[in-house]
């Protein structure tokens, strides 16, 4: 249940600097997503974690000992830190047992091997050969083999990024329930939106080297801390407005935002957050459908507004809107307002 | 890197001893006697490269691609003449027809009183192409498997004919198989030794060990030796550049399906005949004349105690060259898959340079060195042994990188992460992956060693006879019987070996 703490790592591969000035705080027995897309240096900063690549610069902290910084380079075997790679990196010359058995060193207690075979679920396949087993399987064992001997943090590079579809989505509620068992730090790379939002409790949205965003998932998907992070999560839809004394406006309506915010401003809306109806109520701007898709479960009503933005609502998929519909169109539930300028860096925050 | 370096040095003190002495050197060079050599080598690396294509090339397709009847044991009766070495071949024929050779003996009551001599070129042509005509067939072969048959079946769609899919889809993407192989027999036949010298036939190889041999002139004999390389060079890179073409032609993964097999009909009699034919020809003439010979002496006396000797002394060469080699790749093939960077690149470019030196060439240059520089070195097993691993380094080095290429450097880091340390993890996680491959690689330097003939004349100790000596040396004094016993021998040694190889795959 140990802390971690980078700051300011930097690490660079020839002229290309895969991570620049990575900050990021994480509480123990936190399970947390380094969110981001590919190419954004996630795994490198992965691997600065576990000591596999040592940082040009910043300092790595795990439970108040500080395994890298200025003079200091702890080896990764010193690190107590567990590391399950992406193709699960197995030893193809040992059996599953032996693999596990491997982690925890000369001499390692075969009740203690079986124990962790058992919390992943896995207890009767001690003596089988690695190659044997379906991806799923492989997936834990790697985990198994990483949890062994009890490391402070474990670290999961895209751990679900080579399963299918659907033992993905059950594979990921396992490993998450297992982590949680075995009451360790967690930090998983992952450039899936979905999967970050549904499983950590804290996620790190990260883009170019940086962590650009750390926060729970509600937070970082409903009040992004910028217009690149809106995005990267999901739709988003930016309606210009203005700022005055704790409150702004837009064309969907007007809604209090901290004091201090003054001058225009973009409203970030997503749309699921926009409401559309017959009539509503008397803040709500008026608008023309002019296009719709219809998913089954639900559709998106595009909208024409009287100033001319065309802005998206998601609506269940019942009842039907139909291009030519005049309706009503008004914000219920979580915006963002940022200062509206053209440089995304230092964006502030509702 | 001392393994490398070492490897590059009998290059580096040929090339020094033709500058120390450059005007006698380009003399010889420039001799008449020189160029004729030249021309004679390069006629008969032709005449063997072209029929050796005539040869693999129909071999490759009958076995691959159509209904012949015995396949599969066509496919291992036509690669098998690889394993005979050029000289058991060269041996065969030689004491086969002859003056008092096998046929000379059957027809003497019939009143013919002397055959017509196979040596000269014929013979080394004969010997040589039978015998080489397999580096071909294997990547051609290779090649024609991997096509990819949605290729030919566009092009019948697209109303071509089976001989015109055949023209235009199927032999321009042989072309770099082709290449790659033709390279191969070329640098065989240039760098051989043993068939030209039993078949008398001036070649480079044996006009090197005549100069040395007869008159010791040690700058002639390098300044042909330079000469030599200086042409393998030229093939190496050849071979270079159409293997970077290769990938060109290569097919999608996954694309592999079953192939078209064409019918041969009535077609396949005179087919089997021509397979009948190269199997008769390149294996079962050999394997018979052997056995007549050692039936024969058996009848006689053999000389069992020399029998035995050359035997063990075969096996501790080719054994310690084999330990030797496969200690030395380790540590390269780790260095330069994990360690990539200039340093490690100039130690691999080093390592392979024994590839583009024939084995006479490098004993010269260590004969040299052994009498030059490192005095007591000269006519040791530890210079023969040393000999051995320069030639066969990269044999042992090719497998043993390919296997370290597939170990994932995630697995090695996953064991550290579990707290072992690079060099605990190098014994307990790297070395047990790689292990299947330095074997292989040994047992293909073994394989290669024991066969190997100039380097174990000039090289080894006095009074050091091994398997390929003792056959050499009965077959240049015209005694069959002495040769036949050493040669079957070697032959059923190399097969242990080879089994261990090819079991593997």
Known sequence: MSSLSCTGLAKAFGVVRAVDDFTLELEGGTIAALLGPSGCGKTTALRLIAGLERPDAGTVTVGGRELAGPGTFVAPERRRIGVVFQDYALFPHHDVAGNVAYALGRGADPARVREVLELVGLGEHGARPVHELSGG???????????????????????????????????????????????????????????????????????????????????????PASRWVAGFLGEIEVVPGEAADGRVGCELGSFAVEPGLEGPVDVLVRPESVAIAISGPERAASAEVIGRKFYGHDQLVELRLASGQVVRSRRLGFPAWHPGDRVRAWVDGPTDVLPRAPAEAGAGRQ | MLVAVAAALPLAYLVLIVAGSADTALETIWRERTAVLVARSIALTVAVTATAIAIAVPLAWFTVRTDLPGRRLWTVLAALPLVIPSYIGAYAFLSATGPQGLLQDLVQPLGIGSLPSITGFFGAWLTLTLFTYPLLLLPVRASLRRLDPELEEAALAMGRSQAGVFRTIVVPQLVPAIGAGSLLVALYVLSDFGAVSIMRFDSFTTSIYTLYKASFDRIGAASLAALLVALMLVLLWLEARTRRREALYRSAPGSARTMRQVNLGRWRWPALGFCGAVATLALLIPVAVLVYWSLQSFAGSVDWPAVAAATGNSLLASGLAATAAALCAVPIAVLTVRFRGPFAMAVERLSYTGHALPGIVVALALVFFGTRVVIGLYQSLAMLVFAFVVLFLPLALGIARASMLQVSPRVEEAARSMGRSQWSVLRTVTAPLIAPGVLAGAALVFLTAIKELPATLILAPIGFETLATEIWGATSVGFFERGAVPALVLLAVSAVPLYLLTARE
Request: hydrophobic share 45%; aromatic share 4%.
């Open chain 1, 137 to 223: 399987q492989q997936q834990r064992v790697a985990l198994a083999r990483a949890l062994a001997p009890t490391p402070e943090l474990i670290l999961l590079d895209e751990p679900f990024s080579n399963l299918d579809a659907g033992l993905r989505e059950r594979l990921r509620e396992e490993v998450r329930e297992i982590i949680r068992r075995a009451g360790v730090t967690a930090l998983f790379v992952t450039h899936d939106q979905a999967e970050a939002l549904s499983i950590a409790e804290t996620v790190a949205v990260m883009r170019d080297g940086r962590v650009e965003q750390l926060g729970t998932p509600e937070e970082v998907y409903s009040r």
